[in-house]
């Protein structure tokens, strides 16, 4: 049973006991923030690997590792399990996570499709245990400085938007980026940061998707455009690339300014143009408290302790409303991996 959180800086049994699944790259800088974030424990961590484990541990000073990912879903002491696998994973151990009771914190994308999303949440609903997908984004203090922005009306009426997320990883067949076994490409990696931002900014699905790829030889999208139309025929225009850099910013464009958010997935700072091309410049920065993972722990650490199973912040539909505009996106641009068929 999780407790109310104990007072700040002290380590206490009220702690929420964190395991990990899979210590790769990412569950590097997860762990790093879970080292700051006051009411958390590092308890265990499960590899496929067990000397990784005991490494991982080490480096980051969790109490105990579990024999394998089964191990640490039926250890009674972890109270909360973050998934840090590839894409193509995060269905299964979410699900059996569930299945064990076991509240889950996985890595985006949550699965490879919105069918497969929903079989996720309805092991949520069933074993009443909470889950939510990792999209440290949603949790920058910059969004609610940004909605705040709009909704004073400094920028008028959104018109347009875009963001680009495009990074250059040298090509090699077994890169999970460029594997499609794993679910590699753009889109389900870097572009759903594109239309996450999208999603949280318009807070509505879009009427029109239209979307164009670059595939590569391994079969998975290089490079991804996708152009989402709204109700009120707003238009977003979201890029992303696994092999080639891009600006990595968001501008969103009102009837009166703008509002440009730099490298907009982990935004620390944006520059605010309340009167159109030619006005002020105004710039707002909030730095992250750690290294912005933060947010997203404490998150799960709040529901938790107030016995929820979804978070009102990031709920399950809009996860859903994600999956399926990049579903389509795929099906426009032909990709499909083997893991659905
Ligand atoms: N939120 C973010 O900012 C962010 C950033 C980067 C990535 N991600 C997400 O995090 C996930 C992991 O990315 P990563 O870059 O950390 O990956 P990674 O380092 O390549 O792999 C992470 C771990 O997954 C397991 N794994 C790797 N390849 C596997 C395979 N072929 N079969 C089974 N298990 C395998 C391994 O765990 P074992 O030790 O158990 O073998 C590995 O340590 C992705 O879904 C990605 O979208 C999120």
């Known amino acids: 049973m999780i407790q109310p959180q104990s007072a700040p800086n002290t380590k206490s049994t009220n702690d929420i006991n964190w395991g990990i699944i899979a210590p790769g790259k990412i569950a590097q800088k997860f762990a790093t923030a879970l080292q700051g974030v006051n009411g958390a424990a590092l308890y265990s961590v ?8 005991h490494a991982f541990a080490d480096q980051f000073g969790f109490e105990t590792v579990a024999a394998d990912y089964d191990a640490l879903i039926s250890d009674p002491k972890v109270d909360v399990i ?32 919105a069918k497969q999303a929903q079989s996720v949440f309805t092991a949520a609903k069933d074993n009443k245990t909470f889950y939510m ?26 018109q347009t938007a875009q963001a680009s997320f495009g990074i250059d990883v040298p090509f090699s067949p077994q890169h999970r980026l460029y594997e499609p076994k794993l679910a590699g490409g753009a889109l389900l990696d870097v572009g759903i ?99 912005g993972y933060e947010g997203e722990i ?31 996106a795929r099906r426009q641009i032909g990709l499909r991996y083997d893991c659905e068929d």
Request: proline letters at 5%.
């Open 46 to 53: 499960a590899s496929r690997d067990l000397s990784r484990a």
């Open 133 to 158: 997908e990792a999209v440290w984004t949603r949790f920058m203090p910059m969004l609610a400085k940004v909605r705040e922005i709009i909704d004073s009306g400094r920028i008028g009426e959104i």
């Open 193 to 291: 940061y594109t239309i996450t931002f999208a999603q949280w900014l318009m807070q509505t699905p879009p009427e029109q998707i239209t979307a164009a790829a670059q595939l590569g030889t391994t079969g998975v999208d290089e490079r991804t455009a996708v152009i989402l139309r709204y109700p009120e025929g707003q238009l977003l225009t979201l890029n992303s690339a696994i092999n080639s850099k891009s600006n990595h910013e968001a501008w969103i464009f009102g009837s009166k300014g703008r509002i440009k958010m730099s490298a907009f997935w982990q935004c620390q700072e944006i520059a605010l143009y309340p009167d159109g091309a030619d006005g002020e410049q105004e710039i707002i920065k909030i730095p992250h408290r750690i290294n």
């Open 298 to 328: 404490e998150e799960v650490n709040r529901c938790l302790r107030a016995g929820k199973i979804e978070s009102e912040i990031f709920p399950w539909s809009e996860s859903l409303t994600v999956m399926q505009i990049m579903d389509e």
């Open 82 to 113: 973050y998934i840090a696998s590839p894409h193509t994973f995060h269905t299964e151990q979410s699900i059996a996570c569930l299945a064990g009771a076991k509240p889950v914190l996985c890595e985006k994308p949550m699965s490879i499709n």
